[in-house]
T-cell receptor, first 113, second 115 residues
């Protein structure tokens, strides 16, 4: 079975540009979350989506947005990129419910120059 | 807001020996989950072990076990018979009881295993 897949694996963008990161959850998982992991730090929660609706948002500016599609895949969009947005962006998926485990993808390494 | 603190940026252990990684957290909730994740150089977060706060018994998964002290808000990970493949970043994480996969992570501990 395929795990959580993220694309692209790496990309380089220029300050002020826009970027879209993509995530395909494990088959049957309806909940997707996004995390930002700056080098040398732990991941920080950005968004959670369940059944195409935003169910949680972390402390990130409005430049960050996301959406979930009918097939439960998800996109994370970041506008007006800053150097500080350089990080590993992780996607996690899970079944709904209280007693559930989050499965992570290998992440997208974003470098802003 | 919940916070998770890992006070050991780096730890080192000899192969086949035992090592303990520390984690403390702060929450006003009574029901929650705690996790230890491993992140090797491949970057993918792998769940090592989980603990439900309402369970008094400490979780165990093969060579990995935890010491969960709810009153002290402490959640340490013990790795027995350390192997070279255990070398990685380890993250402690907290999740409220009904919070899907919204996790709060600590800053991580880099574990080095010496042959």
């Amino acid at each position: 079975d395929a795990g959580v897949t993220q694309s692209p694996t790496h990309l380089i963008k220029t300050r002020g540009q826009h970027v879209t990161l993509r995530c395909s959850p494990i088959s049957g998982h309806k909940s997707v979350s996004w995390y930002q992991q700056v080098l040398g730090q732990g991941p920080q929660f950005i968004f959670q989506y369940y059944e195409k609706e935003e169910r949680g948002r972390g402390n990130f500016p409005d430049r960050f947005s996301a959406r979930q599609f009918p097939n439960y895949s998800s996109e994370l969009n970041v506008n007006a990129l800053l150097l500080g947005d350089s990080a590993l962006y992780l996607c996690a998926s899970s079944f709904p419910g209280r007693n559930t485990e989050a499965f992570f993808g290998q992440g997208t390494r974003l470098t802003v120059v | 807001a919940q916070t998770v603190t890992q006070s050991q940026p780096e730890m080192s252990v000899q192969e086949a020996e035992t090592v303990t990684l520390s984690c403390t957290y702060d929450t006003s909730e009574s029901d929650y989950y705690l996790f230890w994740y491993k992140q090797p150089p491949s970057r993918q977060m792998i769940l090592v072990i989980r603990q439900e706060a309402y369970k008094q018994q400490n979780a165990t998964e093969n060579r990995f076990s935890v010491n969960f002290q709810k009153a002290a808000k402490s959640f340490s990970l013990k790795i027995s018979d350390s192997q070279l493949g255990d070398a990685a970043m380890y993250f402690c994480a907290y999740r409220r009881y009904n919070a899907g996969n919204m996790l709060t992570f600590g800053g991580g501990t880099r574990l080095m295993v010496k042959p």
